[in-house]
T-cell receptor, first 111, second 114 residues
Framework: TQLLEQSPQFLSIQEGENLTVYCNSS?????LQWYRQEPGEGPVLLVT?????EVKKLKRLTFQFGDARKDSSLHITAAQPGDTGLYLC???????????FGKGTLLTVNP | NAGVTQTPKFQVLKTGQSMTLQCAQD?????MYWYRQDPGMGLRLIYY???????DKGEVPNGYNVSRLNKREFSLRLESAAPSQTSVYFC?????????????FGNGTRLTVT
């Protein structure tokens, strides 16, 4: 059983479109992180959300943590080819600082 | 600013051979981790070291051993490689004691076991 379910698994869109990626669980997380991974490299942190209902913005990326801290979403406005990559969510439960990762959403933005 | 450095970048092994994957970080982080990444499986934790001198099993520890050599270095050993261990292995580090502390990853070791 996957603790963190990400959807969709694959997403291919045209430059300029908007998109939302989801990260869902039946467990409550003390914090949740989003990473982006490019081919041949390790994941790189985009954002950490800690408070239920929290919304964080990073340029054209908007991250939201669900009120119950069981889910999160990543919304990209006016996607660009440079946004192409694997987006991973990762959650920490309680005081356990071991992160559990979702399987990721592979985003392709076509010019 | 090297961050987390992994060696080697690529490795091909025959079934039954052994090897050690090396990882070093220069950020003075206390915690270090080994993950494997497989298509459709995401990142799975193999072993971690919360601080120098301690190691603990993660989600998929069978077939692996680790050594926290010092604060900077954390190695992963495959004693008798199996085809099921074909994967991309990532080392990561983070500060200790902060539950929302980010992981800093290396660029991975791509291992093929034939």
């Amino acid at each position: 059983t996957q603790l963190l379910e990400q959807s969709p698994q694959f997403l291919s869109i045209q430059e300029g479109e908007n998109l939302t990626v989801y990260c869902n669980s039946s467990s409550v997380f003390s914090s949740l992180q989003w990473y982006r991974q490019e081919p041949g490299e390790g994941p790189v942190l985009l954002v950490t959300v800690v408070t239920g209902g929290e919304v964080k913005k990073l340029k054209r990326l908007t991250f939201q943590f669900g009120d119950a801290r069981k889910d999160s979403s990543l919304h990209i406005t006016a996607a660009q080819p440079g946004d192409t990559g694997l987006y991973l969510c990762a959650g920490a439960i309680g005081s356990n600082y071991k992160l559990t990762f979702g399987k990721g959403t592979l985003l392709t933005v076509n010019p | 600013n090297a961050g987390v450095t992994q060696t080697p970048k690529f490795q091909v092994l025959k079934t039954g051979q052994s090897m050690t994957l090396q990882c070093a970080q220069d950020m003075n982080h206390n915690s270090m981790y080994w993950y494997r990444q497989d298509p459709g499986m995401g990142l799975r934790l193999i072993y971690y070291s919360a601080s120098e001198g301690t190691t603990d099993k993660g989600e998929v520890p069978n077939g692996y051993n680790v050594s926290r050599l010092n604060k900077r270095e954390f190695s992963l050993r495959l004693e008798s490689a199996a085809p099921s261990q074909t994967s991309v292995y990532f080392c990561a580090s983070s500060e200790l004691g902060r539950i929302n502390s980010p992981l800093h990853f290396g660029n991975g070791t791509r291992l093929t076991v034939t």
